[in-house]
């Protein structure tokens, strides 16, 4: 196939773009976390003063009056001591932000812009040659998870990255992270430049339609084959198209995409020359790692390489900032059957805005970990079989289980299945462990018309006042041993 033809524009707006941000005074990271530092001061006195506060408790620093002067100290922090006080920092920090949601998408932003930072100082004190930027035919990692090797990969092409929660693994997910552990679709293509071209376009149109999430997971519907059958069905665009595209990536996610290999079966950027062409004249660069770099070393040359462990660094510091940073979202997927809960709530679907609004003043007086709150755990309940762990959850992992009643309630069969648990606990004379609320009058199987329960609703019983009373029982309900 004839190779294609870049115009002298868009090669020089690449050139430049990429001597702009290599020639900086600062990293892709460091301009990310000033400007995550200037956002929180931008909030507001009380917010700053929470933040700078937590700094200097945690790195025995001043308060600093300003984002300038706190960025600076940062950067003067010893590398290994930044990387062990962002993890007690994050906790300060969550804590300081506990009872503002708003909030608290900027503050665990920053502090991990401070993890990530912090493992950029000790990548490159560990291994100052990196400073001198990326091959353009291919950076060779030596890790062999694909967090640590991204991070590594964004010091070392100065291509920056971005981390997010993943929804459906609760773990961190780099965003702008081309597949690189699956098998290339080639029964789409027979060109492996073609092949390759069409993953950054898909990865341009999820980018676009703000649906990462389906890309990078396993989602049937809008995922990464639904979009490459898409970029087939209407043909390659000019690579004028594609480069604005990436420029608008770029703009979204702050960052630019840059493809990661892991395996050594077939994959189009195992070719040097392609990986060369995709980082010159796109600026999309590639890193190989794991088995992908091994195989591209002799045994002389892979000892020298791996002379530096960074891995272990960096995962120890992302993995634990994200685990106290999203703690909710980490708690969801591990395994139920380990966790103990002091309060359990059973409520039908129709009534779930009053009942989050207790659940949110729960966590407030509990802490979130000790909630069960149906929709903290939707990843791990996506399966099949689900009502086996909500049993077990009801009957013998919360101390009280808290259950709204009410004509949904009784017609409900997710309601049915657990006051089949809660009356269990009746019939095994565990009633110090159920306390009951009422929307309504309904006569609920197994009840008797002298068994009590607290009315409830917005217009009888405010959602904090609902929350007080289930802690005041809570005090007088001992732990399930």
Sequence with gaps: MQKRSWSAPIRRAVEVALKTTAGSSRSRLQEKLLERLQEIHAQGDELWRGFSGAWAQTFGAPRFDDAEALFGDCLRQPPRELLEGVLWFARELRELVAHDVGKRSLV???????????????????????????PVTGMLIDADDRL?????????????????????????????????????????????????????????????????????????????????????????????????????????????????????????????????????ELGVHTFLFDAAAKESLSESEAGAWQKARLQPEVLNCIELLFEMLYPEEVKSMKALQDMHFRVALSFPGEHRPYVKAISDELKKGLGPEELFYDDDFKAYLARPRAHLPLMKVYGDQSDLVVVFLCAEYQQKKWCGLEWSVVYDLIMRRQEERIMLFRFDDTRIDGLLLMDIAIDCGTDRLPPAEAAGLILKRLHATPPKP
């Excluded at 665990?108 to 990326?134: K, M, V, Y």
């Excluded at 970029?231 to 595209?245: M, N, T, W, Y």
């Design 108 to 134: 665990g932003e920053t502090a991990i812009a401070i993890g990530l930072l912090a493992c950029e100082r000790h990548i490159l004190n560990q291994c100052p040659q990196l400073a001198d930027g990326a």
């Design 148 to 280: 640590a090797a991204a991070v590594i990969a964004a010091v070392w092409s100065r291509m920056g990255i971005r981390l997010v929660v993943d929804k459906q693994t609760a773990a961190p997910r780099v965003d702008n992270l081309l597949p690189h552990d699956v098998e290339p679709l080639e029964f789409l293509w027979s060109d492996d430049r073609d092949r390759a071209f069409a993953e950054v376009q898909a990865m341009v149109d999820a980018a676009r339609l703000r649906e990462l999430d389906s890309y990078h997971g396993n989602a049937h519907e809008r995922g990464r084959r639904f979009r490459l059958e898409q970029v087939k069905s209407r043909g390659i665009p000019a690579q004028e198209a594609l480069q604005i595209g990436l420029r608008r990536v770029e703009e979204h996610l702050g960052v630019r995409p840059i493809f990661g290999v892991q395996h050594v079966d077939p994959h189009p950027m195992h070719d040097a020359n392609l990986r060369r062409e995709f980082a010159v």
